[in-house]
């Protein structure tokens, strides 16, 4: 369920920490993030540490198939009494990997393991306006832009908002069987699809 013919998403090891400090260092990594502050590889460490004993979250390696990390995702703030949680911390640090599509796979394996896996009645997410791409992005799978929240990040020097999409269980299953979900996710597990190859 977490994997594709070109990527998988596995758990993070200890092996993997300066590599992802390094990329949450880059700007062209965390332009769109809310906070964009170099780290260092103890903060990173400190970070694996406290997020391993932490049952409300998710942290994952985007790997190739080979494991070799190109990125990471997450699922955090789990509430699993209302059943709902957010997704994010999308990073795909190999500059390489950053076209072709993978943000989208990424995506469609994400859905699939909060639905499918994790039993998710809703997930959502937000992202600054401005960030057109990933919101189309997300519409297109199936997300409903849910508000507005007005001035939520200070960055270069100014104020931005973020939109808050989500998408329920049944909405899910909808676009798993005949939406834009299902197409991605036969492509994805087609072995003769031409992409399978690439690592």
């Known amino acids: 369920m977490l994997k594709s013919n070109r990527i998988k998403l596995r758990a993070i090891e200890e092996g993997d920490l300066p590599l992802i400090a390094s990329w949450r260092s880059d700007p ?6 809310y906070e964009f502050l170099p780290i260092s590889s ?3 460490k400190n970070w694996f540490e406290k997020q391993l004993q ?9 790997s190739n198939l080979s494991g070799i990390a190109i990125g ?3 699922i955090y703030h789990i509430d699993r009494r209302n059943r709902k949680a957010e997704w994010g ?5 190999d500059p390489a990997a950053r076209s072709g599509g993978i943000g989208a796979e990424i995506e469609a394996l994400i859905l699939q393991y909060s639905f499918e896996h994790l039993n998710l ?11 057109e791409k990933v919101i189309s992005l997300h519409k297109k799978f199936g997300f409903r832009e849910e508000g507005i929240l007005r001035d939520h990040a200070f960055k270069a020097g100014k104020y931005a908002d973020a939109i808050i999409l989500a998408m329920l269980d049944s909405e899910y299953f909808v676009q798993r ?3 834009r979900l ?3 996710l036969a492509r994805m597990h087609d072995s003769s699809d031409s992409h399978g190859a690439a690592q």
């Open 89 to 93: 911390r999308l990073i795909i640090g």
């Open 42 to 44: 103890r903060q990173q």
């Open 177 to 179: 069987t005949e939406g």
């Open 54 to 62: 932490d049952s409300s979250e998710i942290n994952l390696v985007v």
């Open 28 to 33: 062209q990594v965390y332009e769109y993030f």
């Open 72 to 74: 990471t995702v997450s």
């Open 121 to 131: 009645h809703k997930l959502y997410c937000e992202v600054l306006v401005e960030n």
């Open 182 to 184: 299902a197409t991605m």
